[in-house]
């Protein structure tokens, strides 16, 4: 087995190093293949945050160099970027929980809480795409308002915990709205709200900031995980990985509502998530080039009088209040996927930050 492993890891590693980091703005414009990207008439993709510079290129390289083995399982694998994270993240590797892509783990997590009868917690907004299975399983949904600046009203929340509260979701930043929690309020939240119930932390965006993540706190506290994806920053939205972070104990009983625990990301993706690990520059250039659009966007959205809230992710949350012309209309007309009104009162939208030629597109098309 651990001659598999070493072999596997070297074919892996074949080619990684030689390549050249190109600039990203080299690589924002995918193959022309099945969505159309980079063709006449091609859409410009501003609604599901991915990352436009991704995947990286020693992630490309990876996946070229095991694409010749996806007729075998991955029974060994999973083992190898487990242990990658542990020593990221200078945790065990038994507090990681791999999945196909983030989601996957909400739902399990959901499914986890709703194994007692009850209700679950979360802001409004925020992401809720698996609430759907959460509410199928019978558990009620209780909302609580972000504030006005559209931070969450943490003692709002805190006071809306009920005896048959079984989770507690905060998604930090939080999409769509893109605010982050200041960090002392949040360990002071989940440290209360974790004596009476299970809190999921989903840090989806946190790579886009200076916060640090979760992990520690999870590790050591039995209602508390912290769920991270690939999707994001390292530009595998369509690899689907993703992992939890929490105390063993817990690990071990959400994997145990896995059919084959941390089996379920396939060869290729493990592939490109061990080495999109190693590319430290391409995530710091995501980051900058990912900032330089966000601060134009932003200034644009000044100029023509378009409130927005402060952002520390990939997108932008902005009101549509004073904005006299149709303009979901004036980004079909260009081509433009955005989004929907998140909020009626104030009418606010969300939108990626793109390429810098992207957004100024998106400007054009609004302005």
């Given amino acids: ?173 939080n999409n769509p709205t893109g605010a982050i929690c200041n960090r002392d309020a949040l360990v002071k939240f989940i440290q209360e709200a974790t004596q009476k119930t299970l809190v999921l932390v989903d840090e989806a965006y946190i790579d886009f900031t200076d916060q640090p993540s979760l992990c520690d706190l999870a590790i050591e506290n039995k209602n508390l995980v912290v769920v991270k994806t690939f999707s994001k920053i390292y530009g595998l939205a369509g690899a689907r990985v993703g992992y939890a972070l929490a105390h063993a104990d817990t690990i071990v009983q959400l994997s145990q509502l896995q059919s084959w625990p941390n089996g379920a990301i396939s060869v290729i993706s493990t592939a490109a998530a061990l080495a999109s690990l190693k590319d430290t520059t391409f995530v710091n250039d995501t980051r900058t080039l990912i900032e330089k659009a966000k601060k134009y966007t932003t200034s644009q959205f000044e100029r023509l009088k378009i409130p927005y809230i402060p952002s520390s992710s990939n997108f932008l949350y902005f009101s549509l209040a004073n904005y006299k012309k149709d303009f979901f209309a004036q980004l079909k007309s260009n081509n433009i996927l955005g989004t929907r009104i998140y909020e009626e009162q104030g009418r606010w939208s969300r939108i990626t930050v793109g390429t810098m030629q992207e957004m100024e597109r998106f400007i054009n098309a609004i302005d």
């Fill in 1 to 173: 087995m651990h001659t598999n492993r070493r072999n596997w890891l070297k074919q892996l590693g074949l080619g990684v190093a030689a390549i050249g980091v190109a600039p990203l703005e080299t690589l924002a414009a995918p193959v022309p293949g099945l969505f159309r990207d980079g063709m006449p008439g091609g859409p410009i993709r501003l609604r599901s945050n991915e990352n436009p510079y991704g995947p990286s290129p020693m992630a490309k390289t990876a996946i070229a160099n095991v694409a010749n083995i996806t007729n075998r399982y991955n029974w060994e694998l999973p083992s190898e970027l487990i242990t990658t994270l542990a020593q990221k993240y200078r945790i065990n590797n038994d507090n990681i929980l791999l999945a196909a892509g983030s989601t996957e783990l909400l739902d399990l997590t959901a499914r986890f809480a709703a194994l007692q009868e009850g209700s679950f917690l979360m802001a409004n907004p925020t992401y809720d795409y698996w609430t759907v299975v959460a509410e199928r399983l019978g558990l009620k949904k209780i909302a609580v308002p972000v504030m006005a600046n559209k931070q969450y009203d943490l003692p709002a929340m805190l006071n809306a915990i009920r005896s048959d509260t079984r989770l507690i979701y905060l998604c930090n930043p």
